[in-house]
């Protein structure tokens, strides 16, 4: 299994047990925060950054 499958099932999972036990409004914040991260954390990358992390996904890392 790949770091980004594991990554969206551990999220999914976080999710799912906040809609659980806590209130809506608060599940909402944590769903956005799950899939907020990631994507502003890749927009703050350089374009040779990206190109770098296109490469090495597409390569597979320690290969």
Do not use: C, H, N
């Amino acid at each position: 299994m790949s770091p980004v499958q594991k990554y969206a099932i551990g999220a999914g999972a976080v999710v799912f047990l906040s809609w659980l036990f806590l209130p809506s409004f608060v599940t909402l914040l944590i769903f956005l925060g799950v899939i907020a991260a990631p994507v502003v954390g890749y927009l703050m990358l350089d374009p040779s950054q990206r190109e770098r992390l296109k490469r090495s996904r597409r390569r597979g890392l320690g290969r």
